[in-house]
């Protein structure tokens, strides 16, 4: 790390829904306004004002509909629809702010790398070095029919791509352009020396990208790595490549045996397993008083739209739960969706969960402990996992979007930075990339495939 403060990102989508679905209907709720630039320009002040390192976009490609065998439900109760692509209001984001950093959603199954790689470099320009790639390799079966093809790819093999994917940007990222390549001689004409720009000739059984890559070095050259992967195949994945690494498991002891398996397994790639950085997702409701906080909560559970959390669940773990009886125990199956939703319902040695207790409990940020209580409350859990599991920071997700990040910036932040795990805002270094806010580094550590 960094430093010894923990880290903070804004977990949230440029939808109506994210993941606390029905939270539309709430009263002051502004999330119809996700298509206003101004409502994006709002929550990146609030989140920099916050000390927040990133806004962290999750993102779909397609609709969710395997609740009943119909994309209707999803539509009707905007469950992650309409959405729209968060590419494209980073730019903005990135003007009225100076330090705040971005992580944008991107798919490896339906994207080409050498667009790609052009794409996230031009953010990397334009925001002064302040973007992570999220590497996800998409679950949803509508996704593949939509762009013409015949089906999506088994989950295994989506990783195979994935690991050629980031091969060749790498190459195109790391190793085309030499750092001095830019010349910009005025007198001789000669802006680039084409000596040191290189093609990568890539040839591989997913992509034929002879390069050199378009454009010049951005200031991180590589964005920041995220990645998620919960199944076996998609921890190696993360475990090789994840700089910041998005943790969802079902409980305290989960969470501390999957960072513990990802530094084992980021060790047997020769990495330094410490490289790694973990952000557990959280559910804050934070309140002036205890009293406020619970009865914020249960007027935010009267809200949730159980259909739509069955309709997202459905989609995220590819079981179609209209099928099954609301009181029927879940059962552990594989899949080809998202495997780590499945396995925190099914593999939990603590509960035994049915249909309809995982709908109720997955209404309010899906897999993610909620937090309830004062501003010292919810900081002292925040401490307490931060010391004593060895996190490093939160992917923190709200409900009532943008008044719960509000009232954590307000009443969180102040006791985290008054307890030194924030610095004061005159105290946070200015002008840093956010790999260095993150880790410390201007570049992609030596030991990391990328630089090999």
Known sequence: MSDDYLHLNLFTMDAVEHVSVGSWRYPGDASARYADRDYWTEVARTAERGGFDAVFFADVRGVY????????????????????????????????????????????????????????????HTTDGRIAFNVVTSYLESAAANLGLEGRMEHDERYDRADEFMDVVYALWEDSWEDDAVVRDRES??????????????????????????????????????QAGSSDRGREFAAKHAEGVFVSQPNEQAVVDYMDDLRERAAGYGRDPDALNFFPGIVPIVAPTEELAEA?????????????????????????????????????????????????????????????????????????????????????????????????????????????????????????????????????????????????????????????
């Open 65 to 124: 509909d395997v609740y009943a065998e119909s994309a209707d439900p999803a539509i009707e109760r905007a469950v992650q629809t309409p959405s729209n692509d968060p590419a494209y209001v980073v730019p903005a984001m990135a003007e009225v702010t100076d330090d705040l950093g971005f992580a944008v959603t991107k798919s490896t199954s339906y994207n080409h790398p050498y667009q790609l790689a052009r794409e996230f470099s031009t953010l990397d």
């Open 189 to 226: 004409g000669r802006y680039t020396d084409p000596e040191k720009v290189h093609a990568i000739e890539h040839d591989g059984d997913y992509f034929s990208v002879p390069g050199p890559h378009g454009c010049e070095p951005s200031p991180q050259r590589s964005p920041v790595i995220y």
């Open 296 to 452: 914020k909560r249960a007027s935010y559970e009267e809200h949730i739209d159980v259909e739509g959390v069955l309709t997202l669940l459905s989609g995220f773990t590819d079981i179609d739960l209209s099928e099954l009886d609301p009181d029927q125990k879940l059962e552990h199956v594989e899949t080809q969706a998202m495997q780590g939703v499945v396995n925190a319902f099914t593999t939990n040695d603590e509960h035994e969960w049915t249909v309809r207790e995982m709908a109720e409990f997955a209404g309010l940020g899906t897999t993610s402990p909620v937090v309830v209580g004062t501003g010292e409350q919810v900081a002292d859990e925040l401490e307490r996992w931060y010391t004593d599991l060895g996190v490093d920071g939160f992917n923190v997700k709200e409900v009532v979007r943008p008044d719960d990040l509000t009232a954590f910036v307000d009443l969180v932040v102040p006791e985290l930075r008054e307890r030194g795990l924030l610095p004061d805002a005159d105290e946070r270094e200015s002008g840093l990339t956010l790999r260095e806010r993150m880790t410390g580094d201007a570049r992609l550590p030596d030991d990391h495939p990328a630089r090999q």
